[in-house]
């Protein structure tokens, strides 16, 4: 695949990076990655992903914009209030790089089935979702279908961010937080509140942290999960293992 003029210029700082080249860049153009929503992590997400050029980027979200949101959704505006959020998002991102190709999904996700569905169709999965359902409905999808996932949460001033992929003996979602009931016991950012930029910079991460995995480069987050405190502004790695019980992934897990 040759290179337009006008894509050497957009790329161009990624080209002359010795780890990405017009090879990583290509491959990024025929990679693709599906978002678990368009929120307050998924949109830093998207802006990243769709800027450095990934090919196919899905979106999956049944929220419309509300004035609440724009604090961090920063993929909508003022604008787009009381539109589907999945709508709002392909505009921004097609208007900031219309190589791409943006498929919108305005769904929920609450089964098993839909989720596979969905997920088979995709490279990655970047799970921003709000709730531990969906979280761990994602996680047991990309593990039954061997699919990455990078997966991130904020609430207040705190982040977090880990990475499962097949064919390594890292913890899966399920492994870390197998109790949905205790978890569910927390309160939701509308009830908790959450910094705004605190979504950005995780977010930024979990697009960083994608990217590395599609371009294949760098160290990855799998085995490790990262805990962010932006009061204190310190982060910390905490290296974690798979549960041989987990009812998602412990079998094969346990074999890695």
Same mark, same amino acid.
Request: glycine share 12%; charged share 20%.
């Given at each position: 695949?040759?290179?337009?003029?006008?894509?050497?210029?957009?790329?161009?700082?990624?080209?002359?990076?010795?780890?990405?080249?017009?090879?990583?860049?290509?491959?990024?153009?025929?990679?693709?990655?599906?978002?678990?929503?368009?929120?307050?992590?998924? *949109?830093?997400? %998207?802006?990243? #992903?769709? !800027?450095?050029?990934?090919?196919?980027?899905?979106?999956? &979200? @049944?929220?419309?914009?509300?004035?609440?949101?724009?604090?961090?959704?920063?993929?909508?505006?003022?604008?787009?209030?009381?539109?589907?959020?999945?709508?709002?998002?392909?505009?921004?991102?097609?208007?900031?790089?219309?190589?791409?190709?943006?498929?919108?999904?305005?769904?929920?996700?609450?089964? *098993?089935?839909? %989720?596979?569905? #969905?997920? !088979?169709?995709?490279?990655?999965?970047?799970?921003?979702? &709000? @709730?531990?359902?969906?979280?761990?409905?994602?996680?047991?999808?990309?593990?039954?279908?061997?699919?990455?996932?990078?997966?991130?949460?904020?609430?207040?001033?705190?982040?977090?961010?880990?990475?499962?992929?097949?064919?390594?003996?890292?913890?899966?979602?399920?492994?870390?937080?197998?109790?949905?009931?205790?978890?569910?016991?927390?309160?939701?950012?509308?009830?908790?509140?959450?910094?705004?930029?605190?979504?950005?910079?995780?977010?930024?991460?979990?697009?960083?942290?994608?990217?590395?995995?599609?371009?294949?480069?760098?160290?990855?987050?799998?085995?490790?999960?990262?805990?962010?405190?932006?009061?204190?502004?310190?982060?910390?790695?905490?290296?974690?293992?798979?549960?041989?019980?987990?009812?998602?992934?412990?079998?094969?897990?346990?074999?890695?």
């Amino acid at each position: 695949m040759e290179f337009t003029e006008e894509q050497i210029q957009r790329y161009s700082r990624h080209i002359l990076l010795p780890e990405v080249g017009g090879a990583g860049q290509i491959r990024l153009r025929h990679s693709s990655v599906l978002l678990i929503g368009a929120g307050g992590l998924g *949109s830093p997400v %998207a802006l990243y #992903l769709a !800027a450095a050029g990934v090919g196919r980027i899905g979106i999956i &979200d @049944n929220d419309r914009v509300e004035l609440s949101n724009l604090q961090r959704q920063v993929v909508h505006g003022t604008a787009d209030i009381g539109d589907l959020k999945v709508r709002s998002a392909a505009h921004t991102l097609t208007a900031l790089n219309p190589d791409i190709h943006i498929e919108t999904h305005e769904l929920r996700l609450d089964r *098993s089935e839909q %989720a596979e569905k #969905l997920i !088979a169709n995709y490279d990655l999965v970047c799970d921003g979702s &709000d @709730n531990f359902g969906t979280r761990y409905l994602v996680n047991d999808a990309c593990v039954a279908l061997g699919k990455t996932l990078v997966s991130a949460a904020v609430q207040r001033f705190e982040g977090q961010l880990m990475t499962w992929k097949p064919g390594c003996a890292c913890a899966c979602y399920r492994c870390l937080f197998p109790e949905q009931g205790q978890m569910e016991e927390g309160m939701s950012c509308s009830e908790a509140g959450v910094f705004g930029a605190v979504t950005g910079v995780m977010g930024t991460l979990q697009a960083t942290e994608a990217l590395k995995e599609l371009l294949g480069i760098g160290d990855s987050m799998a085995g490790r999960l990262m805990m962010w405190d932006a009061l204190a502004m310190r982060f910390n790695m905490i290296r974690t293992h798979p549960d041989p019980t987990c009812q998602a992934c412990g079998g094969a897990a346990a074999k890695g």
